[in-house]
């Protein structure tokens, strides 16, 4: 699996601006032991997306679990998550969505990856919105999907105080709207 400071150097940089050469520089690993795991660099990045992709899931149920029973307080939560991560003094940006502004191509393997993440992102929000018994779990997803790729463009580009500082308070009020009390 790629380590911390392959993470640390796509996370910075950008996957497509970092090379092979850069990766075997800054991390100390070996040319040949780095192609023995990664035959190119796509695989690469694509391991780099799919740990982060396991990292970020992990984290979701955790705090999922603890509003278990409540579909609608668990909707919040990830919209809550996403807030919580902008405020990492290194983040620049989604890793999702940057892999997939990164590599156009739907057959790259990193863009298959993140474009994956955010498609089971978006199915998870359907489902709690259907378990909350939104009038319209759909639309519901969608319009979170669309308050969490704002937070994240905003918090990458403004700061995290700007209008991502309104994320939570945005989804708030969707999921009031579309959730009948009860």
Known sequence: MPSEEVARLFGEHGARAVGMQQVVEE??????????EFVSKDDLVAAWVRELDAESWSR???????????PARQLLTVVELAQE?????????????NTSAE?????????????AHLDRLRLRLRAL????H???PDALADMLMLVISGLYANAA????TGPAGRAVAAARTLIDRHVPRG
Not at 85 to 93: C, E, I, K, N, T
Not at 103 to 115: L, T, W
Not at 129 to 132: M, S
Request: glycine residues 10%; charged residues 20%.
């Open 134 to 136: 939104a009038t319209d």
């Open 129 to 132: 919105a259907e378990a909350a």
């Open 60 to 70: 979701m149920e955790q705090a999922l679990a603890l509003h278990e029973g409540d």
């Open 157 to 160: 580009t403004l700061g995290p």
């Open 103 to 115: 590599f156009r191509d739907p057959a790259h393997p990193g863009r298959q990856e993140a474009v």
């Open 85 to 97: 991560s902008v405020q990492a003094p290194d983040f620049h940006g989604c890793t999702f969505y």
């Open 27 to 36: 991390t100390g690993l070996g040319k040949s032991a780095l192609y023995r």
